[in-house]
């Protein structure tokens, strides 16, 4: 026992460095998470039965009252969206007359988070889309009210992203009303971002809107990110500490938007926004 | 042997299942290390039977589930899995409120490891402490031994 416990943790080890170290063990770990990943299916199980009792639960009318809810909600999406329409042409217009490269536009996917990973160091979940359907890595990932994550790892028919608040993540950042840029960095607490590298003297206000400012070329412009929360000038100090709360429901968020750049159209159904 | 060997994997696959489900419900993982307990569980009724490769697989699945570096978590288990087999007699005969104080030792040494491990590899964040885990699996052990004890009889699984 005790030459064969210290001959598997030498091998362990060995294992362990060279994960960590090198990339060279990436296609096996995608063949190995191609068979996790039925465990996460398993998983789910009793919250899908759970869900379908709710649902055949559910009288007639109240089905009828969500779906007109649902159907007047999308009414004014639609409506929303004729404007975004014109207003986009109009933006198109203006860039051109100031002879600016045209903003690039990005095409959308609907996915589902099916499974939390178990890692109490890092903010992992599981979404039910993979190589099968284009996912690529660094790939990120909205809600319907913001930037949620990015993808870190494919599998044929899943990926596992790292949500914004997880500690190793940054995102570069732009306030909407100040056009001031930072880097939002995860604090590991699902509702809060630290904006760093703003200067004491920066114009930002509690309540200020942050959007992605497309910088680092990961994330496209424009898609919100985070509501300032606080900012705390010290004296002597050369950076404001400023706080914000994420926009995407990060504890609650089910079904969720990949975005593909433009000219990288998802194998299945899409749409652009 | 087979029946006996998918029995074991069973159980194993149940506490991955319970870690997902922990981790859905409470919003922390890993609070009770259900895959400590059954691999401990496991080596200390059949030390000749489960060991190190059990222990391994389940730590490599793990890993590969929460994107750990591979051997991660299997270093972790085979902590406590080196520790059980070591105390696997002694243990048998203890009752269950010594036990539940050896399975603190052992899951809290075991995630001492895994704190060593989660700082080598760069992450900042470590929670929820080692001593939390442990007191809390070992707070769970009684239920999870009356658990696989009744299920290893009625398969009337013995050592050898």
């Known amino acids: 026992m005790g030459v064969r416990a210290l001959a598997a943790t030498l091998v362990l080890i060995a294992l362990f460095l060279a994960d960590s170290r090198a990339s060279w063990l990436d296609d096996l770990k995608v063949t190995g998470v191609n068979v996790v990943a039925n465990i996460y299916g398993l998983a789910a199980i009793p919250e899908n039965v759970w869900?379908?009792?709710?649902?055949?639960?559910?009288?007639?009318?109240?089905?009828?009252?969500?779906?007109?809810?649902?159907?007047?909600?999308?009414?004014?999406?639609?409506?929303?969206?004729?404007?975004?329409?014109?207003?986009?042409a109009e933006n198109t217009r203006l860039r051109a007359l100031l002879n600016s490269a045209p903003r690039e536009r990005s095409d959308l996917m609907a996915t589902e988070i099916v499974g939390?990973?178990?890692?109490?160091?890092?903010?992992?979940?599981?979404?039910?889309?993979?190589?099968?359907?284009?996912?690529f890595v660094g790939q990120p990932l909205v809600d319907a009210e913001g930037v949620l994550a990015q993808v870190i790892e494919v599998a044929d028919d899943s990926a596992y992203v790292l949500l914004i608040t997880d500690p190793t993540h940054s995102l570069p950042v732009q306030s909407v009303r100040s056009s001031?840029?930072?880097?939002?960095?995860?604090?590991?607490?699902?509702d809060r971002l630290q904006i760093k590298y703003l200067a004491t003297t920066t114009d930002i206000e509690v309540g200020?809107?942050?959007?992605?400012?497309?910088?680092?070329?990961?994330?496209?412009?424009?898609?919100?990110?985070?509501?300032?929360?606080?900012?705390?000038?010290?004296?002597?100090?050369?950076?404001?500490?400023?706080?914000?709360?994420?926009?995407?429901?990060?504890?609650r968020a089910r079904y969720t938007l990949l975005v593909f750049p433009e000219n990288f159209a998802p194998a299945r159904a899409s749409s652009s926004p | 042997m087979v029946r006996d060997a998918a029995v074991v994997a069973l159980t194993l696959v149940m506490g991955l299942l319970l870690t997902l489900w922990s981790q859905a419900l409470l919003g922390v993982s890993q609070l009770v290390d259900w895959l400590a307990l059954i691999i401990l569980y496991w080596v200390i009724a059949l030390p000749t039977r489960v060991g190190l490769i059990y222990t391994i697989t389940s730590g490599l699945v793990l890993d590969l589930m929460t994107t750990a570096p591979l051997g991660y978590h299997a270093l972790v288990l085979v902590?406590?899995?080196?520790?059980?087999?070591?105390?696997?007699?002694?243990?048998?005969?203890?009752?269950?409120?010594?036990?539940?104080g050896l399975v603190f030792l052992i899951v809290g040494l075991a995630h001492f490891v895994d704190t060593f491990l989660a700082t080598l590899s760069g992450f900042t964040q470590v929670a929820p402490?080692?001593?939390?885990?442990?007191?809390?699996?070992?707070?769970?052990?009684?239920?999870?031994?009356?658990?696989?004890?009744?299920?290893?009889?009625?398969?009337?699984?013995?050592?050898?």
């Open chain 1, 116 to 135: 939390v990973a178990p890692n109490p160091n890092r903010q992992i979940v599981t979404i039910n889309q993979g190589k099968h359907a284009r996912v």
């Open chain 2, 129 to 160: 402490s080692p001593l939390l885990t442990a007191f809390f699996s070992a707070c769970i052990w009684p239920v999870a031994l009356i658990a696989l004890r009744f299920l290893r009889r009625s398969q009337g699984m013995t050592e050898w």
């Open chain 1, 180 to 190: 001031i840029r930072g880097i939002a960095e995860g604090t590991g607490a699902r």
């Open chain 2, 79 to 100: 902590v406590v899995c080196v520790f059980g087999q070591l105390i696997s007699l002694r243990m048998r005969k203890m009752d269950v409120l010594s036990q539940c």
């Open chain 1, 208 to 251: 200020d809107v942050l959007v992605t400012s497309g910088l680092g070329g990961r994330f496209p412009m424009g898609y919100p990110v985070a509501s300032v929360t606080s900012v705390d000038r010290q004296d002597g100090e050369r950076f404001a500490t400023v706080w914000a709360e994420p926009l995407a429901q990060m504890n």
């Open chain 1, 51 to 88: 869900s379908s009792l709710v649902q055949a639960s559910k009288s007639e009318d109240a089905l009828i009252d969500q779906i007109e809810k649902l159907e007047s909600a999308n009414l004014v999406l639609q409506g929303r969206l004729q404007q975004m329409v014109a207003l986009r």
